[in-house]
């Protein structure tokens, strides 16, 4: 059994520890928080060991009922494995730390590329991150767009790829974010960093990114459109081929899901914890195909597809399992498939040719 340290139980560590005690070949070996806050709190009530940042700050998490584990640096040591969720930037400066404790860790999209051997995506390039000592899990838009890409990638070849992503302002414990009212290029410089993150994992994709800030915090949402080297017969095909994605959820015409708020109600209906959505969301009626350009619309929750992502790197740099055996075992674990909604759909049902449904508009 693995013993698995998440040091940052924050948006994405409180999330990561969940799926990690849903494993039957890991366990959560205890967290590490900054502050004796409710999050703190929620960890404790979960039965998850707490590891201070800082010893000094002992007291104030004894005064609330926590006895502290240790320390960080104690948590290092006990685990076979560290997830490192802390903030932007944090990741990097505690490397040194599990070095010098030789333990393996993962960091995430907030940190520079750098920081790890790898840039891990479960689904195009968890082979490169096997028996690594350090993966970095990419953001959840590259997350999002490696596994959206993946399959065009390698049925059709991909000749060129412009996204723009519009994007949720912060999460919704983030209270100091925004915008409140606005609609802000962020970056207003082009292309947005998020192209070159996905070159990371794709190091030959020739891809355009522009990204804006939005007043939501639910969803980042995007609009895809792909030049494909070879043409697809229809788009049926290409429906198909997403539909056979286990992290791709195609919303099919007659749910009535018209956006991320029903996205969320839809998981939060399905009895999903914190109605986390851990697949893209895309919507087939935004699949378009007009000669060898493919365009669409895609949803990512930011707060969960990274996690799934976590648990496969975890299992890569154990080195026990192939990909495909992991992402399968993380799925099951995970549970609540939401596959259901696109099985009612009737594939045969009259779309029209690809091209009459750009020349009706
Ligand atoms: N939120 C999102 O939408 C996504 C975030 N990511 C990435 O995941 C990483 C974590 O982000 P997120 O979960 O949102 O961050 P949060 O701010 O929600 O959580 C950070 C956690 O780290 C703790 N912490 C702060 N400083 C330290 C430290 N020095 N050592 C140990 N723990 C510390 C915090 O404790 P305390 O709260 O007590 O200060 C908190 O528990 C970032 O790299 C981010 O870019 C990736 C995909 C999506
Ligand atoms: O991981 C995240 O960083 P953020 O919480 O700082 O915005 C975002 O979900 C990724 O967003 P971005 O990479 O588009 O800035």
């Given at each position: 059994m693995l013993r698995v340290g998440i040091n940052g139980y924050g948006t994405i560590g409180k999330r990561v520890a969940d799926a990690v005690r849903k494993q039957p070949d890991m366990a959560v070996q205890g967290v590490g928080k900054r502050s004796p806050d409710y999050v703190a709190v929620g960890a404790d009530e979960e039965d998850y060991p707490v590891y201070a940042?800082?010893?000094?700050r002992a007291d104030e998490f004894r005064e609330i009922g926590i006895d502290l584990a240790g320390t960080v640096d104690d948590l290092v040591a006990e685990s076979d494995i560290v997830v490192d969720a802390t903030p932007s930037g944090i990741g990097a400066e505690n490397r040194p730390l599990y070095e010098r404790h030789e333990t393996p860790a993962l960091f995430q999209g907030?940190?520079?590329?750098?920081?790890?051997e790898v840039s891990f995506n479960a689904r195009v390039n968890y082979d490169e991150a096997e028996d690594a000592d350090y993966a970095r899990v990419v953001s959840c838009n590259t997350t999002g767009l490696s596994r959206f890409l993946a399959p065009l990638h390698e049925h059709y070849g991909v000749d060129k790829t412009r996204v723009t992503l519009v994007r949720r302002?912060?999460?919704?414990?983030?209270?100091?974010?925004?915008?409140?009212n606005d609609t802000v290029?962020?970056?207003?410089?082009?292309?947005?960093?998020h192209g070159p993150d996905v070159q990371t994992i794709f190091p030959e994709l020739d891809i355009d990114t522009i990204g804006l800030k939005v007043p939501t915090t639910m969803m980042h949402v995007h609009s895809v459109n792909v030049t494909l080297e070879n043409r697809p017969d229809d788009i049926d095909e290409v429906i198909d081929l997403f539909k056979s994605e286990d992290r791709i959820l195609t919303v099919?015409?007659?749910?009535?899901?018209?956006g991320a708020g029903t996205l969320k109600d839809l998981a939060q209906d399905a009895g999903r914890p914190r109605g986390d959505i851990w697949e893209n969301c895309l919507w087939e009626e935004s699949l378009t195909l007009q000669g060898q350009d493919l365009y669409c619309m895609q949803a990512i929750h930011q707060e969960a597809d990274v996690v799934p992502e976590n648990v496969d790197a975890i299992r890569a740099l154990e080195g026990d399992h192939s990909g495909p055996e992991s992402r399968a075992l993380t799925n099951e674990t995970l549970?609540?498939?939401?596959g259901y909604l696109t099985d009612r759909?009737?594939?045969?049902a009259n779309r029209g040719t690809p091209d009459e449904s750009l020349a009706d508009d």
């Open positions: 940042v800082d010893e000094d907030g940190e520079d590329a750098t920081v790890a302002g912060g999460d919704p414990d983030q209270t100091g974010r925004g915008p409140i290029p962020d970056p207003v410089s082009i292309p947005s960093h099919p015409d007659y749910a009535g899901i018209d549970g609540i498939d939401l759909t009737d594939l045969t």
